[in-house]
């Protein structure tokens, strides 16, 4: 879906709002037909394994204490087990754990994510992994499309890096981040990622937000034909998104706009552009 602190830039392209003269912005490789969306950014910053200090012997790990896990609830719920050492890399089983536990209750916790987060500390990764031949690839998974069209490959991953986040492990929420980004979808399956990312992520988190904003500031056409019903839900149902998708469409018009300024000269109207008045209601004297 670039690093992960940068952001998309803008370019001139594909917006096309009610009332305006100008169209923003589209990002290159843009599938025109809106059949399937390719990622929108590609943090370069591999990340590295969790498992604490490198001079300490992996059999170490494995001959601490197994911890029982309880995880989820209700008909989803499950019990694994993982050794004390390798959960306590975690600042936040670190602070739970104590020397009496072995058990630990993870009633809101999502089964799938958290192997996901033992596969990455006992390995340094999880499936599927990150391909190095492939720069914007991950490796083949036969149970999975190859076009997400419901956003549960995104949200495998989005789930990863909230888990992470509360686990406090910032490389695995890098790694989860750069394959959010190597998942080809569809709008309907954005939009799913969308609502997961602005229920599930701080406010002040931008680096999740800002690139899902950026993404449908940069791709009316497919709001338009394919997900136009779902996107004023996800407007209506979470304002803010709507907010920082309009922020990006105005910040993008703005540029365009200086830049013709500077073209023109600072006198007079933009170059190749007429002055405008603003419509005045009419008055009865």
């Known amino acids: 879906m670039a690093d992960i602190q940068e952001t998309p830039t803008l370019a001139e392209g594909d917006i096309e709002m009610e009332g305006a003269e100008e169209n923003p912005v589209d990002l290159e490789g843009e599938d025109d037909d809106g059949a399937a969306i390719p990622p929108t950014q590609d943090p370069e910053e591999d990340a590295k394994p969790a498992i604490g200090n ?19 609830s ?19 089983f670190a602070e739970r754990l104590s020397d009496e536990n072995s058990t630990a209750d993870l009633p809101d916790e999502d089964l799938n994510a958290m192997g996901c987060f033992l596969q990455y500390q006992y390995t340094g990764e999880y499936f599927p992994r990150r391909l190095a031949n492939q720069p914007d690839g991950l490796e083949h998974d036969p149970s999975v499309p190859s ?15 909230t888990l992470a986040e ?38 002040d988190d931008q680096t999740i937000r800002k690139p899902v904003a950026a993404f449908w500031a940069t791709r009316s056409h497919v709001l338009r034909h394919e997900a136009e019903a779902e996107f004023k839900a996800m407007c209506l149902e979470y304002p803010q998104f709507g907010f920082d998708v309009l922020s990006l469409v105005l910040d993008a018009r703005e540029k365009r706009q200086r830049e013709r300024e500077d073209v023109g000269g600072a ?3 933009p170059a190749g552009g007429k002055g405008r008045k603003r419509m005045r209601p009419s008055v009865n004297v």
């Open 267 to 269: 006198s007079g109207t």
């Open 147 to 161: 076009i997400d069209s419901t956003g549960d490959q995104l949200l495998k991953h989005a789930k990863v890096y």
């Open 54 to 72: 490198p001079q300490t012997r992996f059999l170490d790990y494995l001959r601490s204490p197994m911890i029982q896990l309880n995880i989820g």
């Open 74 to 92: 209700g008909e989803e719920a499950a019990t694994i087990s993982a050794h004390r050492a390798i959960l306590t890399q975690s600042p936040y």
């Open 166 to 203: 509360k686990l406090g492990l910032p490389e695995l929420q890098s790694l989860a981040h750069s394959k959010i980004h190597r998942i080809n979808s569809t709008a309907i399956g954005e939009i799913a990622y969308a609502r997961y990312v602005y229920s599930h992520s701080d406010v």
